[in-house]
Structures are given as C-alpha cells and as structure tokens.
C-alpha cells in the first residue's frame, strides 16, 4: 500500500499542481484521469484494509473533489482548481486519519519541483 502511495498516488497528486501552476491545463487534465485510474488499481490490488473495503473508502473520499477538480480544470479557473486541490488534499488525509496514519499529512506542493518534466511546453 505505501509502495502503491509513493509510486502512483504521490507523485500524480503533485504533478497536477505542478501543471496547473505552469498553465499547462492539458496536462493536469491528463494526470487527473490517471489518478483516478490509479485510486482504481489501489483499490483493486487491496480489496480491504483494516476491515474496511478499500474501494468504498476510496470513492467515498475522493468522487467530490475529483469532480470538483475536473469542472476547475476544464474552465481553467484558478481559485476553484485551489479550492478543489484542497478538498483532494484533504481527502487524502481523512482517509489516512481514519486508517490509523495520521501522521502522513498530505497538502499544497511546496518549493521547487525536482521533475524533469516540462510543462507548458508541448508542441514547441
Ligand atoms: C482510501 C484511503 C487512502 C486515500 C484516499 C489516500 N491514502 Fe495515502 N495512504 C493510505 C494508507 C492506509 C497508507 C499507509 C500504508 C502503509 O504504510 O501500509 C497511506 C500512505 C501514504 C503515504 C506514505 C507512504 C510512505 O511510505 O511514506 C503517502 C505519501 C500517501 N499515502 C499519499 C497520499 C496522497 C497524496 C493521497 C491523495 C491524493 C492519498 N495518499 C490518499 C490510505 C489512503
């Protein structure tokens, strides 16, 4: 489960920040589908945890502010695409509170990102 946060929730949380920052709306709009998809195989590859059903958890948590966020990004609105990243943020951290982590705290990407990854520059 922490293998899966680290390599495929993580960094896909980040990287919609990061291109949302850029401008690059094309990207985060892409990367949000891919951490839905990737919310999608955690739950499949951990059925339950803790007595709890993953996948239940996971929707419960999560359908609003990916909604929210994918209404923010296809208007390219900047104030709602920060409201809706912190209700993921937020999100993230109930779930992590209810599984007994709450010492992982998870919020706004800070300082500079060490991706090589360039964003806004497609096509050029
Ligand atoms: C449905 C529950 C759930 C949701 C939603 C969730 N997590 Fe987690 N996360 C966990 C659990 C449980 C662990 C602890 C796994 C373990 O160590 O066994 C964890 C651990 C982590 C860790 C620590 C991994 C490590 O080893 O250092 C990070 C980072 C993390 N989550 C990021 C996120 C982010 C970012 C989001 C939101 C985009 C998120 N998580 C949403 C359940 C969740």
């Known amino acids: ?5 680290i390599g495929t929730i993580q960094p896909r949380h980040e990287r ?3 291109a949302e920052q850029a401008g690059d709306w094309d990207f ?13 195989r ?9 007595n709890t059903p993953l996948p239940d958890m996971i929707e419960s948590v999560t359908r609003q502010p990916f909604e929210d966020l994918k209404v923010a990004i296809d208007r390219k609105d ?3 695409f920060g409201k809706a990243y912190d209700e993921l943020s937020e999100a993230c951290n109930s779930c992590h509170q209810a599984l007994n982590h709450r010492t992982i705290v998870i919020g706004r990407p800070a300082g500079a990102s060490q991706s ?9």
């Open 42 to 50: 955690l739950g499949r590859a951990h059925p339950m945890e803790q």
């Open 78 to 80: 900047d104030a709602d």
């Open 116 to 124: 090589d990854l360039l964003f806004g520059k497609a096509g050029r």
């Open 16 to 18: 919609i920040w990061r």
């Open 28 to 40: 985060a709009a892409y990367e949000l589908g891919n951490l839905r998809g990737a919310f999608g």
């Open 1 to 5: 489960m922490s293998d899966m946060m």
